[in-house]
């Protein structure tokens, strides 16, 4: 039997068991047994599928090539573990409390879920990770070969092709069987895990046991081995420090953005304290994978004849000391880390291309037919798969296309600078709540094409896919943008330079345009949870969903369920919340059920995926919901404060407009009365003096006159008091002090009295009519007969008719009792009609002159009555209208 | 933005727990600075041997892994929520 046939029959025992070992862990998961499968060192273990066969062979490769330069891709991965604290807890939680799926999925999340940049992240994603798995297959081919080669006098040299076609096939049937068993909600998969975690135990002990082999076997001990090193063309550390830093941190950012790192790192971590294992265990893992790479470098130059392919030395070494067992073990260590590698790329890139590309598509074009029940858990699954085989395809593809003659740590390092990509979003979007979907669009748009450009292109080679002129002159011919030296940056390594450039320009068109852009709200209501992750959501939370959503969950569930069940249900729900009709209120419990009974159909993940687009924003709990409103509120506090203070100064000065008008119109007033009140308290004073002076000064006055001026002086008195009885009378009607006395009275002896009181018999003739009269009042009687004096006083004074004459008709008009006085005199002039009724308004010239009080004093006595008086134009003379309310008077018996 | 801070004095339990934190934060960074040292060492006119350097960085790589596990041992992010907050916060 030859060795090349023990090898394939070990390689197909090995899957047979890794194959048991998955379903093993997924029978167990499925129990509920196994508390295992949930132990942290699994987990640490599972994240060293960092570890792939770029590791396992190409390690020793890099560092005969470039000595210990190789430990940066291993050191930068360990800082990021050992700082776990600052970014890895962070996304673990928020991978937990949001139900990440992929990377893709936690950047479009975090950007306002976002499908356009998820598509935007899977396409980066899958054209970063082709590469790299062509490296994997290509890897066990030249395992292959390598066995091959001692047997070449069998003369079953293996097809390298068909090599890599069985290795794709086998790899993907491996994942599509264990990876996509089901659609858990939360996207782990527990026998890929376990086989995986077997897979880096033997990896881990390969490359020990070839260590030890070639340290204590081929060399000699440690001393002869270290020998060996200082003797060798890697003796000297001639790092350069651009590269020793820019590997380091490059190798830390794609362990955070690797899409199977995420895999393994997010997605499957089953419990975030596992984590404080891995911060020492994985660092330690790497340390030991690491730890005799140098040495079985410096031996294989040393030993291995020239031109041989360095990156086969762990299993050439062996070999060419005829040690078959460590050889096969040797291969089965590169075998696992090429595997494991691949198994996970491909189920972390089929989730992001059936979650992000597939199903939209597929949802959209199928959009408004009703579907029987199971359609969309078939469609995800099949999607799922296919993704996986056409990733795989892609790899053995890119495999065939390369010749698979490059180097491998230099396709390693294409792939890593163009995942590393991711990073500038996803930090950005995990620590700045600034950070906006329109700036991590633009910031991957560049970094991708930059990465393109300057590496991914250029590494096929001079003018296979850029043609030599670009190289040389750059594009369109100019200088600054040679592929190779972007805005002249001559001379540096090309990784460097496309790392540099592509990070420098993502990350500042990420920032610049975030702090341009506005995020919609969605935006920043995620950028609140994923920031504060750890103030706002510890556990996945519940649904809440708006009213408007039901129709479309509606719609939605018809498509999944069939048209009867889902309107049986929603139905049900309705009515149980006390609703007519088929829409019931989006409810927590209600949402919560809907995703159960969908997630019967379709998965979990896809029920919840599916819940979370038509309702939005996964578990939004009431402070994510603060948090962000709070920022708004208080601006809009702020300006609602100022426009309250704004319009409560409006209102002042309006209050101080109005109030100094009233006051400019009272001084006014007040000086108006001041000068009429002096006017009129004086000319009587001046006669009362003039004439007291004379009777006082004068000596030889005659009876007669003194008589005459002393009545001169009483009348003036009189008048004087008059005065100052109206002022006193109007004031204490003005302040409304008057007490009003009662009484009932005949209206015809009223006017009898007035008609005597203002003594104007003879004077002027007046016309009653009498049978009118005959109405019972009852009011104050003796100001009601004030009124009507004053102005029978006021037609005798005033009324310039020939014979003057006075009518006085009593009526009814719209329910008052109206009691006109008509004069047949000039009457009153249409100006003075308005003022006739202020204080101290008279007209022209009166023959006895009044203080003009009078009219103002009815007025005001009137409206105590509850009554007016007012003047009616349009009569012959000046006529005056007294009317009073119906209820103050009673009808005659 | 941070309406509420948390008390400015703490149980010597919590403070121990939020120093531990810091230390874990400040890990990575001396860990980075640690790796660069061969940078410059020199040996006369030509560079450093293979050997020492690769001495000194996995005996760097045992001590981050050490420190690392000791600093992970007693820093539970399960115990309370508070001790989570941004670096600034005492």
Known sequence: MSILNVLILVCVLYVVFLFAVAFAADRAAL?????????????????????TAWTFYGAVGFAARSGLEFVTIYIGPTLVMVGWWWTLRKMVRVGRSQRITSIADLISSRYGKSNLLAVFVTVLAVIGATPYIALQLQSVTLSFAAFAETEVAAGTMPDMQSTAVWVAAGLAVFTILFG????????????????????AVVKLFALLAVGVFVVWGLSGGVAETLARIDASEIARFEVTGSRWVGLTMLSGMAFLCLPRMFQVMVVENEDEDHLRTAAWAFPTYLMLMSLFVVPIAAVGLDLMPNGANPDLFVLTLPLMDGRDGLAILSFLGGFSSATS?????????????????????????SGGAAMVSGDVRHVALLARRLSIAGIVFLGYLYFRLSGGGTALAAIGLISFVGVAQFLPPLMGGLFWRGATRSGALTGLGLGFFVWLYCLFLPSFGPSVVLPQAVFENGLWGIGWLRPRAMFGAEGMDPVMHALLWSILLNAGGFVLVSLLSFPKPIERLQGAQFVNVFEHSPTPGGWTGGMAQSEDLLVMSQRILGAREAQNLFEGVAKRQGLAGYLPEPSPDFLQELERVLSGSVGAATAHAMIGQIVGGAAVSVEDLMAVADEAAQIMEYSSQLEAKSQELARTARQLRQANEKLTQISVQKDGFLSQISHELRTPMTSIRAFSEILRDTDDLTLEEQSKYASIIHDESVRLTRL?????????????????????????????????????????RIERDRASEVVDLTTDLDRLAQVFINLIANARKYCDGRPPILTIRVGQSDGQLVIDFKDNGSGVPPEKQSVIFEKFSRIGETKAGGAGLGLAICREIMARLGGDVSYLPGQKGAAFRVSLPIETRMAAQ | MSPERGPVFLARRTYRRRRLGDAARLLPIVGALLVCIPLLWRNGSEASRTTDVMFYIFGLWIALAVLAGAISRYLRPSETEDGSRDPGDI
């Open chain 1, 341 to 365: 590698m691949v198994i996970v790329a491909a189920i972390a890139l089929s989730t992001m291309v059936s979650n992000h590309m597939v199903m939209p598509i597929w949802l959209y074009v």
């Open chain 1, 31 to 51: 129990r509920g047994q196994g508390s295992w499968l949930r132990s942290p060192y699994v987990y640490t273990l599972s994240l060293s599928i960092y570890c």
């Open chain 1, 180 to 199: 996509t068993r089901n659609l858990d909600a939360n996207e782990r998969h527990h026998g890929v895990v376990m086989a995986i975690a077997v897979e």
């Open chain 1, 724 to 764: 100052l009885d109206d002022l006193l009378d109007l004031s204490v009607l003005e302040n409304g002090q008057v007490v009003l006395n009662t009484q009932t009275g005949r209206l015809s002896e009223l006017l009898d009295r007035a008609v005597r009181a203002a003594g104007v018999q003879g004077e002027i």
